[in-house]
């Protein structure tokens, strides 16, 4: 590390020790919220002075600060959404210290909305480009196979484009999977995918909040160009022991929770979750084969969090996941034996410690590991190895952070941090053994770097009109002989034209300097993580947003319109025909470096978003719409021209809808609508024969087949990158809970349906020969396949 940067480091270190001092005649009220039933610490709680603009909300681990002027007699609110608002009368002549439990309310109507605000107003907040979903509303939204998925909801999201059919891909603001800065209790999680992309890793029984956030990014985040998604995960209750699980279609699962002491200063938290698609599917295998074949896939995940409570100065806690995918294939009449897996793994250690009531700390020890990994190995008649592959790719972290936050008056919140991480990259580790021809390639290529930064912003209240949020991200990177240093400046802010109307701005500059490739046509999760060299530079965007926001108060509604344009550069992809797995070509394998494949370009976004959202009351739920525009340039794609990437979208539109009929039953419903994807097809197919220059575009192979003649993508047949749009995705899904309380727990029965009018969206297109009839002659035609049609589902889920 630089000798500048440890200079910082020692600064933040000193600040951070120094007691703060209280202005004359102020004095400070601070301390935790947490939920009654359980002493979770509730993120994000608003705490405010009722008939003023002051207030605060609570941090990452539940702790709030707010210093005014003193006096014998106030009065101090608490509010959250889904609980029951708190007040309290304090006399602060003094500093107090007031630690609040809410308690958990039923769904709260549009009287319960008039009698206090529940959240954070969006029109009062500097942040923009922002959006969060309560876990309990993610749990009533219809899901595939009844699996409720974290990242699936965000899909829902405007800004977020989905990726292939079904599937938890993200794409945001015109950025790639790889932009997306993926954070599970500090610990960066770099494949976030089950099931080959149709689930996300993240059981939504371990987690306790989730934000996105899509632009003005606040300077304590850096590394991604497009989008930070935080998830937080639940601490364990405190108070008693507390059980959920289900039983799914395809899976099931199980949480615990509960003391670790008799004085309830610890808790623990475990959920496990695992999919049974192989015991189900083995004997079908078996006797389709005929008994030959053994095959199957499976994926699992395990949470796990402890903490400890020393007092009101410290708190310690531990978190894990772990989590694998896994398929399997053994035929004994072709003497194979084939496997595929990937897996994360996290671990953070977290302290908190509380220097005063104005200055908060928390040092993070974090640790991340992400592998894929395929092999395949035929055998002789006599049971030696003729042929066998491995392959390993993968990247690991190890990471120290420091966060401070101070609340020196109401109109400052100041946060300043650094973070350094040691990579170890392994883009390529093949081993190929070949006894026919005697060859032996063991390629192992290890690479190690060093990614520091550090970051200070403030959250500052000028006036009662205006909030900014300005803050300084500088970044390091050290591979090698390549060295880089970059600032990142940040800024947001709010100015307040009426009461509950603001007009928001942001600019944010971001770096990143972990690559992803990936081989999309083959289909299956083949991520190479690499890192930045002397050759292969740091991806860098500039986004500047502009827009609205509206607080409908006596209802709960909020409405968001903002504008946007992210322009990218040095973002990298596979030159034609590349590939990092050198099968087709062992000999090369420890010849050809990763760099050799790829080509640098830039990108570059443009859009507008509009989001209205209803967070409380017996009808809740959002309607999102995206309109925008996607390019990207390389000099060696697309002979050089500008082409649409393959998620480029110009209409999205989602309506989600929940109702609380009664106590006992919930509706829920959604919508979506996308413009098809833009994709690269052949214009043609040349053979010994060809009775017409005509290529005829069609559907499913005998469903509703429709021609269009004389369809071309571009001039004598060469054929521009993604110039060929598919159709336009849509669905709609219902779900219908039932629940029902019992003596000693609760159960709810939940009945789904995916894609309920049977839209046959398009997954890929093939062409394909299609004979003569005595009416129509001999053609080739373009056929679409879809995976899913209409998808009933039922689950059971329990909490006691």
Do not use: C
């Amino acid at each position: 590390m630089p000798t500048y940067l440890a200079a910082f480091l020692v600064t933040l270190l000193s600040i951070s020790l120094v007691k703060a001092q209280i202005p004359t005649g102020r004095s400070t009220i601070s301390g935790y919220v947490h939920e009654t039933s359980s002493q979770e610490a509730l993120i994000g709680v608003n705490v405010y002075l009722p008939g003023t603009t002051i207030g605060t909300t609570t941090n990452t681990y539940g702790f709030y600060s707010l210093t005014i002027p003193a006096q014998d007699s106030l009065q101090v609110a608490y509010s959250f959404v889904g609980y029951d608002i708190v007040s309290r009368t304090v006399s602060l002549r003094t500093n107090q210290t007031v630690n609040i439990s809410l308690t958990p309310g039923r769904a709260l109507t549009e009287v319960d909305v008039k009698a206090g605000r529940l959240t954070t107003k969006v029109s009062e907040s500097a942040q923009m480009s922002s959006i969060d979903i309560p876990v309990s509303q993610i749990k009533k939204i219809p899901a595939f196979l009844g699996e409720k998925d974290v990242l699936k909801v965000l899909q829902l999201m405007p800004g977020v484009q989905k990726g292939s059919e079904g599937q938890t891909g993200i794409y945001v603001r015109g950025g790639g999977p790889d932009q997306n800065l993926i954070i599970l209790d500090d610990a960066v999680v770099y494949n976030a995918n089950h099931l080959f992309g149709f689930f996300s890793v993240f059981n939504g029984d371990a987690i306790k909040s989730v934000e996105l956030i899509k632009g003005g990014f606040p300077a304590r985040y850096g590394g991604r160009l497009s989008s930070v998604i935080d998830l937080n995960m639940k601490e364990g209750n405190r108070e008693k022991l507390h059980g959920e699980g289900g039983i799914g279609l395809i899976a099931s699962r199980l949480l615990l929770e509960g003391p670790l002491t008799k004085n309830k200063k610890a808790s623990f938290l475990i959920s496990g979750r695992r999919t049974y698609l192989d015991i189900l599917a083995a004997p079908l295998i078996r006797a389709q084969s005929g008994g030959t074949l053994t095959a199957g896939y499976y994926f699992y995940d395990l949470n796990a969090k402890a903490n400890y409570d020393f007092g009101p100065k410290n708190k310690l806690y531990l978190s894990t996941y772990f989590g694998r995918d896994r398929f399997y294939a053994n035929d004994n009449a072709e003497s194979t034996d084939t496997g595929l897996s990937w897996g994360n793994a996290t671990g953070t250690l977290r302290w908190n410690h509380l220097f005063n009531q104005k200055l908060f700390s928390n040092l993070s020890l974090i640790f991340s590991d992400y592998k894929f990994q395929i092999s395949s190995v035929e055998k002789s008649t006599q049971g030696t190895d003729t042929y066998s592959l491995f392959y390993n790719s993968g990247i690991r972290d190890f990471s120290l952070k420091y966060d401070v936050d101070y609340y020196p008056t109401p109109q400052h919140s100041v946060r300043m941090g650094v973070q350094s991480t040691y990579h170890r990259f392994t883009p390529s580790a093949v081993v190929l053994q070949n006894a026919g021809i005697n060859q032996s390639i063991n390629n192992v290529d290890n690479i190690d770097v060093l990614e520091s930064g550090i970051y200070a912003e403030d959250t500052w209240r000028p006036s009662s009109r205006l909030r900014v949020n300005g803050g300084l991200r500088l970044s390091y990177f050290q591979q090698q002989k390549a060295q880089y240093v970059r600032p990142e400046p940040r800024l947001s802010a709010a100015l307040t034209v009426r009461p509950d109307f603001s007009i928001k701005a942001s600019y944010a500059l971001m770096n990143q300097y972990v690559h992803l490739l990936s081989n999309t046509g083959i289909g299956l999760p083949t991520d190479l993580w690499v890192p930045t060299t002397d050759v292969v530079k740091p991806q860098q965007s500039q986004q500047v947003a502009l827009g609205i926001a509206k607080d409908f108060v006596d209802n709960g509604v909020t409405l968001t319109v903002e504008g946007y344009y992210k322009a990218m550069n040095n973002i990298i992809n596979y030159k034609e025909g590349a590939s990092f797995l050198l099968i087709n070509d062992p000999t090369s394998a420890n010849s050809v470096r990763w760099e050799d494949n790829v080509t640098a370009g830039r990108g570059w976004s443009y859009g507008a978003e509009v989001l209205v959202q209803k967070k409380v009351g017996r009808f809740s739920g959002w309607v999102g719409y995206t309109l925008s525009w996607t390019q990207w340039q390389f000099a060696d794609l697309n002979g050089g021209r500008p082409y649409y990437p393959r998620y480029d979208r110009r209409h999205d539109i989602s309506v989600v809808g929940i109702y609380e009929l009664n106590k006992r039953i919930t509706l829920s419903a959604t919508w979506v609508y996308g413009t098809g994807n833009a994709l690269t097809v052949p214009v043609g197919r040349f053979g010994t024969y060809r009775a017409s220059n005509t290529l005829v575009y069609g559907g499913d192979p005998g469903i509703n087949q429709t021609y269009f003649q004389n369809v071309r993508t571009s001039d004598d047949y060469g054929t521009q990158k993604n110039s060929f749009r598919a159709e336009p995705y849509h669905r709609f899904d219902l779900g219908i809970q039932f629940h029902k309380q019992k003596k000693h727990h609760e159960r709810t029965w939940e009945v789904s349906v995916y894609n309920l009018y049977n839209r046959r969206n398009p997954f890929f297109y093939r062409l394909e020969s299609v004979a003569a009839t005595s009416t129509v002659p001999a053609r080739t035609a373009l056929f679409r396949y879809s995976v899913f049609p209409i998808v009933p589902a039922i689950s059971y889920n329990v909490k006691f």
